[in-house]
C-alpha cells in the first residue's frame, strides 16, 4: 500500500473561538513538514472560495450550521512554493484546484506553467512533482461568482447536462493549453445537449423556447470562453514534473481527458468496491499511453485514521479510546454540517473511518482496501490543534506502518 496524507485544513470554532488564519498556516507548514520526515508520499490540501459565514445570510445557504470555514486555502501554488523549500522528499497536491474559479482554465494552465518554470529545478532536483488534482469544487456559490450559471431559460431548464458541459469544456482548455498547443476556442469540438440526459418535461419545456421541431434530439450551445488563437507563456515549460489528478466521477470525462494526457482520477468520497474496480477497469483501457500502463495507485483515496497506541492502555483499552476519539469527531462533523446529530450518519461514518489499536487499523487496512491502493490518509479531522494532528500521524507511521513492514 502506498500513503500519503490528507490535510482538509479546516478553520473551526470548537468552542474557544477560531484560530487566526496566520497560525493555521503556520501549522500546516508545520505539519507537512512532519509528513515529509515520517515518510509519506504526496500531501495532498483542500481548496475553498469566499467566507462559508457570507453564504449562510443568503436565503437557502449550503451550510447553515457549520461553526467556521471548511477550508482556508485558496491556491495549491503558493502554498507549493513554500513548502517545496522546508521539505526535503514529499511531494505537494491540490484536492482539488477549482479551475472554474480565479480566471478559469486558461489562467490556471498558464498559473502552472509559470510555477514550473521557476520551481521546476527544485522539483527535478529532489525527484519530485507537483501534483494538481483539479475539478469544478463543491460549492456552486464560489462558481457563481465568475458566471458559471445559466446564460438563459434553455440552460436553467437543463443545467445539470450544461454544468456538466462546462467542465468538460475547462478540462480541455485547461490540459491542451497547458501542454503548450495554439489555440482558440473555434478549435475545440461544438457543445451539444442530449435529450436522453434531460428529465423529459424540461427538454420538451426547450425545444419549445428555441422553436425546435418536438423530434430534436440535440442542442448545440454557446462555449464559456470565446476567444481567437492564443499561446500561453513561459513557452518553453516542460510538464514532466507535474502529475493531474481528475476530480470527477463521470466516466465520459475520465476517458475524454485522457485523450489528451495521462490524467489519474481521484476518490475523494466513499464509493462502493464495485464502482472502484470499475474504475481501475476503464482506466486500464482508456489512460493515455503517454503515462504507462494504468496502475491502482493512480487513484488516491480518502480514508480517516484514528489510532491509538497509547503503551499503559491494553489492546481492548486502545479499541475503546480510539472509538470514542472517531466517534466525537463523526457526532461533531454531522452537527456542524447539519445542526443537529443523525446517529444513523454518525454510525455509517464510523463505519467508512478506520479506529483502533495498532494491529486493528492494520487489519482493517488490508482487509478493506487492495495492496496496491494509494491511501491519502486523513488525520486533520475536527481539530485546530497541530500537536494532535501530529500525534495521530506518528502514531500511524511509528506503530502501523511497521506491521506493513514485516
Known amino acids: 500500500m502506498y500513503f500519503d496524507i490528507f490535510f482538509s485544513f479546516s478553520k473551526m470554532d470548537l468552542g474557544q473561538g477560531p484560530p487566526s488564519d496566520r497560525l493555521l498556516f503556520e501549522?500546516?507548514?508545520?505539519?507537512?513538514?512532519?509528513?515529509?520526515?515520517?515518510?509519506?508520499?504526496t500531501a495532498?490540501?483542500?481548496?475553498?472560495?469566499?467566507?462559508?459565514?457570507?453564504?449562510?445570510?443568503?436565503?437557502?445557504?449550503?451550510?447553515?450550521?457549520?461553526?467556521?470555514?471548511?477550508?482556508?486555502?485558496?491556491?495549491?501554488?503558493?502554498i507549493a512554493s513554500k513548502a517545496l523549500y522546508q521539505t526535503k522528499r514529499i511531494g505537494i497536491g491540490s484536492a482539488i484546484r477549482n479551475i472554474l474559479v480565479n480566471g478559469g482554465p486558461i489562467a490556471h494552465a498558464e498559473a502552472i506553467r509559470t510555477f514550473l518554470t521557476i520551481h521546476g529545478s527544485e522539483l527535478e532536483r529532489s525527484q519530485r512533482k507537483l501534483?494538481?488534482?483539479?475539478?469544478?469544487?463543491?460549492?456552486?456559490y464560489?462558481?457563481?461568482?465568475?458566471?458559471?450559471?445559466?446564460?438563459?431559460?434553455?440552460?436553467?431548464?437543463?443545467?445539470?447536462?450544461?454544468?456538466?458541459?462546462?467542465?468538460?469544456?475547462a478540462s480541455t482548455l485547461f490540459l491542451r493549453l497547458l501542454k503548450g498547443e495554439i489555440l482558440g476556442s473555434k478549435d475545440l469540438e461544438e457543445i451539444n445537449l442530449y435529450r436522453k440526459e434531460s428529465p423529459a418535461e424540461n427538454w420538451d419545456k426547450a425545444l419549445t423556447l428555441l422553436?425546435?421541431?418536438?423530434?430534436?434530439?440535440?442542442?448545440?450551445?454557446?462555449?464559456?470562453?470565446?476567444?481567437?488563437?492564443?499561446?500561453?507563456?513561459?513557452e518553453d515549460t516542460g510538464l514532466?514534473?507535474?502529475?493531474?489528478?481528475?476530480?470527477?466521477?463521470?466516466?465520459?470525462?475520465?476517458?475524454?481527458?485522457?485523450t489528451i494526457h495521462h490524467v489519474k482520477?481521484?476518490?475523494?468520497?466513499?464509493?462502493?468496491?464495485?464502482?472502484?474496480?470499475?474504475?481501475?477497469?476503464?482506466?486500464?483501457?482508456?489512460?493515455?499511453i503517454d503515462g504507462g500502463p494504468w496502475k491502482r495507485s493512480y487513484m488516491p483515496r480518502t480514508v480517516m485514521i484514528f489510532t491509538c497506541a497509547d503503551a499503559n492502555l491494553s489492546e481492548s483499552e486502545q479499541n475503546e479510546k480510539a472509538a470514542l476519539e472517531a466517534r466525537e469527531a463523526m457526532t461533531a462533523y454531522w452537527k456542524a454540517m447539519e445542526g443537529t446529530v443523525d446517529q444513523k450518519k454518525v454510525e455509517e461514518g464510523m463505519e467508512n473511518a478506520v479506529y483502533g489499536c495498532p494491529a486493528k487499523v492494520y487489519r482493517d487496512l488490508i482487509s478493506r482496501f487492495h495492496p496496491d491502493d494509494r491511501l491519502m490518509t486523513w488525520f486533520d479531522f475536527n481539530t485546530n490543534d497541530a500537536e494532535v494532528v501530529i500525534e495521530r500521524m506518528r502514531a500511524f507511521v511509528n506503530h502501523v506502518i511497521p506491521f506493513f513492514k514485516n
Request: aromatic fraction near 10%.
Open 265 to 288: 482520477v481521484f476518490n475523494l468520497s466513499v464509493t462502493p468496491n464495485a464502482t472502484i474496480d470499475a474504475t481501475h477497469n476503464r482506466m486500464e483501457k482508456t489512460y493515455h
Open 44 to 78: 495532498w490540501i483542500g481548496e475553498a472560495h469566499f467566507s462559508i459565514k457570507t453564504e449562510q445570510s443568503k436565503p437557502q445557504p449550503l451550510l447553515p450550521h457549520f461553526n467556521g470555514e471548511l477550508c482556508i486555502n485558496t491556491d495549491i501554488l503558493q
Open 27 to 41: 501549522n500546516l507548514f508545520r505539519q507537512i513538514r512532519e509528513a515529509d520526515t515520517l515518510g509519506f508520499d
Open 131 to 140: 501534483h494538481i488534482g483539479f475539478g469544478i469544487g463543491r460549492f456552486v
Open 240 to 258: 514532466e514534473q507535474l502529475e493531474l489528478v481528475l476530480g470527477s466521477h463521470d466516466p465520459k470525462l475520465q476517458e475524454h481527458v485522457n
Open 211 to 234: 422553436n425546435l421541431p418536438a423530434y430534436t434530439e440535440t442542442i448545440q450551445i454557446n462555449p464559456r470562453w470565446e476567444f481567437d488563437k492564443i499561446l500561453l507563456l513561459p
Open 142 to 169: 464560489a462558481n457563481e461568482v465568475y458566471g458559471m450559471k445559466a446564460r438563459n431559460e434553455v440552460e436553467r431548464l437543463l443545467w445539470p447536462q450544461v454544468r456538466n458541459t462546462i467542465l468538460h469544456e
